[in-house]
């Protein structure tokens, strides 16, 4: 599982000229009403430091893809993606999804594809109650 994400980056930057982590941040605009989002929002749902996202929106900034602006009513600044930054989501994402396809689904049978789907629920959950400070008696 630690090879996944490498080998992930590698097909984005041969494909797209864009890394796993700045498609992720693309991706995740992409989905947002108004294709905006809060910085502090989007570096939670990235699971990425604001230094970091921040760091990825300027270089996202310099490709033409994104925008930053600050807000009026909660302090604080929105990242935007582009018209540009969207086409290049929508160039990049089929080679993505069939790099996930085989690298991740094609040689599992049904049953262990439900089977990885109830583990992932399961591990996700748990990673997340430990982030937040809770964890189950069972753990």
């Not at 807000?71 to 929508?90: E, I, N, P, S």
């Not at 599992?108 to 430990?130: C, F, H, M, N, Y």
């Amino acid at each position: 599982m630690t090879r996944l994400p490498g080998a992930l980056d590698t097909q984005l930057q041969r494909e797209s000229g864009v890394t796993h982590f700045e498609y992720w941040v693309l991706m995740l605009l992409s989905e947002e009403p108004g294709h905006r989002l809060q910085m502090s929002d989007l570096a939670h749902k990235a699971n990425a430091s604001l230094s970091r996202l921040s760091h990825v929106v300027s270089k996202l900034e310099r490709m033409g893809w994104a925008q930053r602006y600050a807000t009026t009513g909660r302090r604080g600044v929105q990242a935007v993606l582009t018209d540009d930054g969207y086409l290049k989501v929508v160039e990049a994402a089929p080679g993505y999804l069939d790099a996930v396809r085989r690298l991740v689904f094609d040689e599992l049978e049904p049953g262990q594809k439900a089977q990885l789907a109830e583990l992932t629920e399961i591990l996700s959950t748990r990673v997340s109650d430990t982030l937040n400070g809770s964890r189950r008696p069972d753990s």
